[in-house]
């Protein structure tokens, strides 16, 4: 059984989360679904701009297990499989995602800053920027393959 941990991002509310919400949205990248994010800091970037509601959010961590899930980052033949959100929510509405529990997927970041790998100094001092850092979301269907969902931190939106 393979796992990763994951990041789930709300707005702060007045308890601490027991389990993640499911995102019900009309415009969810992937329909209905746990939402989470594979790096913590686009989990921060998420809270700070888009949970202000409160001008506080919080970030939960969560260990999920990732053999059944739809990798269309890193696996070509996943991603061919499933590419477009129509695809997906034909699927599901039909029940046919029984054996798929969640899919892996990637975005472009709005801000071209966020498109940078951090820095790196080589060389005597000199800076070299790597163009492109994806930001990898992962959408579950099935909470049982959520291993455990702890509360990580809280912060205030900048």
Known sequence: MSQSIYYHTQ???????KD??????DDAWLGEAFYFWLDLEDAEEWGNKSKRGSHYYEVYQSEIQIDNILDT???EDHYFFWFIKELNDYLKERGLWNEIHGI????LPASAERLLIRP?????????????RKRIQLAVYNMEIILNFEFL??????
């Open 120 to 132: 790196i100094e080589y060389k005597a001092g000199k800076i070299r920027h790597f163009q492109y």
């Open 20 to 25: 993640p919400i499911r995102c019900i949205r």
């Open 11 to 17: 707005e702060s509310r007045k308890n601490i989360l």
């Open 73 to 75: 980052v890193f696996n």
């Open 153 to 158: 931190k809280r912060e205030k939106c900048i």
């Open 104 to 107: 892996k997927f990637q975005d």
